[in-house]
């Protein structure tokens, strides 16, 4: 268990998936990578048909800053303990439990860990939609933060 | 002390499911209980009916045996490696993940573990796995190993 994923989307799961993130990095020793996914998923296509591409434009530089910004911040525990960590803010098209599973692919890691329910859980009785999606998917090992 | 709850079935993947807990359990200076839930789940409904309850008494002392020699090689693997272990063996007639759950929410556990190959067959397909079920019935922290 060398290569961690955390994945990250700003929600009250975030500190907890850090937590969690910290105390298996300092345990195992391992390389750990935050990471966070936005893209045009988060529109309803009957909203986004109506943007033109300067607007979609300005809108993924916007995304982008808040992404980076957001794994910034989940990544200054793991510095201020002189731990190692890169940070990831992945823009695109994709939902966002594809494109994890497609970073801990890719990146060849051992584990994801990532919280149960994320911003968009009202709607989710259970586990949350991207939790329960990469669960499925069976990507790699994955812990899923309560 | 931090509590963690591994479930294993006896099944090759298992072995792997333990090196992974040994792995965790030492990072994080862990206790582990070690589960196997077993029971009449494995029969069809129509077969089960047709046992007599002497006979279903002397499966379940079968059942209870193979559980207690399951979680027992588990434990011996990691009592040698230093860590506290403590076995128990569900027999009853919930499946397997309910009974995971059960134990998980009832017990002071902080994490539970178990494998991501559990597959029973076209059932599966339709039901999802164990795994995916437990991923969704407890309360607690769960780290499907793939």
Redesign the interface.
Known sequence: ?EKILLAVDGSEYTGKVVE?GL??A???NAEVTIATVVGEYVFSPRVSLQFSDDNWDRINKHLKKEAEELVEEAAKPFRDRGLHVITKAVIGHQAPADAICKLAGEGEFD?IVLG?RGLRGIKEM??GSV??KV??M????????? | MYQILLAIDGSEHSEKVID?TI??A????AEVTVLNVTGEYDFKSRISIHMSDEYWEQIRQNMKAEGEKVVGQAAERLKEKGIKTNTEVLVGKQAPADGICKMADKGPYN?VILG?HRLRGISEAFL?SV??KV??C?????????
């Open positions: 268990m969690k105390a298996l300092e345990g195992l584990l149960s259970f586990l939790s329960n669960v499925h069976g990507c790699t090992s994955v812990l899923v933060v309560k | 992974e792995t965790i030492k990072a994080l200076g994490l991501s999802g795994s995916n991923a969704h407890t309360e607690k922290n769960v780290l499907i190993v793939k």
